[in-house]
Nanobody, 124 residues
Framework: QVQLVESGGGVVQAGESLTLSCSGS????????LGWFRQAPGKEREFVAA????????DYGNSVKGRFTISRDNAKNTMYLQMNSLKPDDTAVYYC?????????????????WGQGTQVTVSS
């Protein structure tokens, strides 16, 4: 079992950057595939990025490709989401998620553990 806590959200202007962190507690963090999702008011939860338990493999949602980068540091039990060139449409609550031995999982229903979310607001 793993517990996840997101941090790093905030208010930024369009074009700026922000880095989110997701810290995991529990053993065997490196054995979990990890993902980022986001949900804006009135919209469905959207896949943002995923990184497999084999960290060389990553996947991104179409709306963030080329702007966002997912990474992980297993020694620190932490996953990151570097967000560049932010747009107002990126405004949402961002959630991290984990699945044991997950490989670039992009469906929310396939994740077993979730954090509480962190708000990102991008002003125009």
């Amino acid at each position: 079992q793993v517990q996840l806590v997101e941090s790093g959200g905030g208010v930024v202007q369009a074009g700026e950057s922000l880095t989110l962190s997701c810290s995991g507690s529990g053993r065997s963090f490196s054995n979990y595939g990890l993902g980022w999702f986001r949900q804006a008011p009135g919209k469905e939860r959207e896949f943002v990025a995923a990184i497999s338990w084999i960290a060389a493999n990553t996947d991104y949602g179409n709306s963030v490709k080329g702007r966002f980068t997912i990474s992980r540091d297993n020694a620190k039990n932490t996953m990151y989401l570097q967000m560049n060139s932010l747009k107002p449409d990126d405004t949402a609550v961002y959630y991290c998620a984990a699945r044991f031995f997950g490989l670039n999982v992009n469906r929310a229903d396939d994740y077993d553990y979730w954090g509480q979310g962190t708000q990102v607001t991008v002003s125009s």
